[in-house]
């Protein structure tokens, strides 16, 4: 089984900074790979598919790089809505399954 | 406007069955484009897969989870459902069901989740 480790697991940052979150697979994804958001109350949100594409009304100040075992989201200037948890997520192709990192807490 | 709306047991005894159903409105769980699936969240925990169904009915379940579980689609009713058997405490979470779409095999959209916990 494919186990991803995220870190950093806490990210204290303000609005306006950057931030870049991590994760890491124990073997190659390929760019089978997703980013979620998490926020308290609300429906969880794909942001990122495929390592780097944006899915429907992500904003662009989001962006997904890597490939293989190492990625990164990073959010260029953080907004008040973007304190949440962070969630990687890989599948394999087949038979379907689906596995999830630890998450990443942006808090203020 | 699509919606995914849990329901069901909030409180299940220890050893018992757990049992959720998805209610699924402004998409058809027989689209030729998505399929459907069960995840949880245990209270300061991690994302889980648990269950995945395919629009004709083939199923998938999470290793971990697999000997419990069932997931299953009422068509008629438009939405998908969700049991798990022989709960224990470990099996407190936040369930959500999601839909994936067959072009990516992501989890697109999600319910809002509902609390279950296992206690006598």
């Known amino acids: 089984e494919i186990v991803l480790t995220q870190s950093p697991a806490t990210l204290s940052l303000s609005s306006g900074e950057r931030a870049t979150l991590s994760c890491r697979a124990s073997q190659s994804v390929d760019s089978y790979l997703a980013w979620y958001q998490l926020r308290p109350g609300q429906a969880p949100r794909l942001l990122i598919y495929d390592a780097s594409k944006r899915a429907t009304g992500t904003p662009a100040r989001f962006s997904g790089s890597g490939s293989g075992t190492d990625f990164t989201l990073t959010i260029s200037s953080l907004e008040p809505g973007d304190f949440a948890v962070y969630y990687c997520q890989q599948r394999t192709s087949w038979p379907p399954m689906w596995t999830f990192g630890g998450g990443t807490r942006v808090e203020i | 406007q699509l919606q995914l709306r849990e329901s069901g047991s909030g409180l299940v005894k220890p050893s018992q069955t757990l049992s959720l159903t998805c209610a699924v409105s402004?998409?058809?769980?027989?689209?030729?484009?998505?399929?459907w699936s069960w995840l949880r969240q245990p209270p300061g925990g991690a994302l889980e897969w648990i269950a995945y169904?395919?629009?004709?009915?083939?199923?998938y379940y999470s290793p971990s989870l697999q000997t419990r579980v069932s997931i299953s689609l009422d068509k008629a009713k438009n939405q998908f459902s969700l049991e798990l058997t022989s709960v224990t405490a470990a099996d407190t979470a936040v369930y959500y069901c999601?839909?994936?779409?067959?072009?990516?095999?992501?989890?697109?959209?999600w319910g809002q989740g509902t609390l279950v916990t296992v206690s006598s």
């Open positions: 402004g998409d058809s769980v027989s689209s030729g484009e998505y399929s």
């Open positions: 999601a839909r994936v779409s067959e072009d990516t095999y992501y989890f697109d959209f």
């Open positions: 169904i395919y629009r004709t009915g083939t199923t």
